[in-house]
């Protein structure tokens, strides 16, 4: 196990909490993390590479396991999810605003999402040549395993990467 301290954390200018728009930081830790078989890094998406609908990715996280219920895992979950257009996602959130900066996924049953403890975990997508990128970080949704179902929204990294360059180059 490596133990590591935070030594910045770096909020996104815009971010709104309101809305939950902009949700991003880079936080950077005080000692490098050493690669391991069991931790190594992801790649980060081009600016304009997108993951298209019906893509099926990687959630992983922490977080609560049902709403009944205050207990996290002792292991770290993980779930197959299925990107939704915008336009869909939208559909499932009367009262918030679904833009660009986001990406949905999941399944209309709520099977498989993430919830609360998860925020700011990873949503990877496998591309070709074996290569795991970073599309998503865990931002929101439907309350976790309720009537209201709908997908998790995610931050939509490829629209943040020039901003993350400019924050660690």
């Not at 895992?73 to 993980?78: I, R, S």
């Not at 009367?94 to 949503?123: F, H, N, Q």
């Not at 395993?145 to 931050?155: A, D």
Request: hydrophobic content about 35%; overall charge negative; charged content about 20%.
């Amino acid at each position: 196990m490596q133990t590591r301290l935070v030594k910045t954390i770096i909020l996104h200018p815009r971010y709104n909490r309101a809305v939950v728009d902009y949700d991003i930081s880079i936080v950077e830790l005080d000692e490098d993390i050493n690669e391991t078989s069991y931790v190594r890094p992801v790649c980060l998406p081009s600016k304009d590479q997108l993951v298209r609908p019906d893509t099926y990715c990687y959630i992983t996280g922490w977080g609560h396991m049902g709403n009944k219920s205050k207990m996290v895992p002792f292991k770290l979950q993980e779930g197959e999810v299925r990107i939704i257009s915008l336009e869909q996602c939208q559909s499932y959130f009367d009262m918030k605003t679904i833009t660009s900066r986001m990406l949905c996924a999941g399944y209309e049953s709520g099977t498989v999402d993430s919830c609360m403890g998860d925020s700011g975990g990873p949503l990877v997508c496998e591309q070709p040549a074996g290569r795991w990128t970073l599309f998503g970080l865990t931002s929101w949704g439907s309350v976790c395993f309720s009537k209201v179902l709908g997908p998790g929204v995610y931050s939509n990294v490829s629209h943040f990467i020039e901003w993350i360059e400019r924050q660690i180059y």
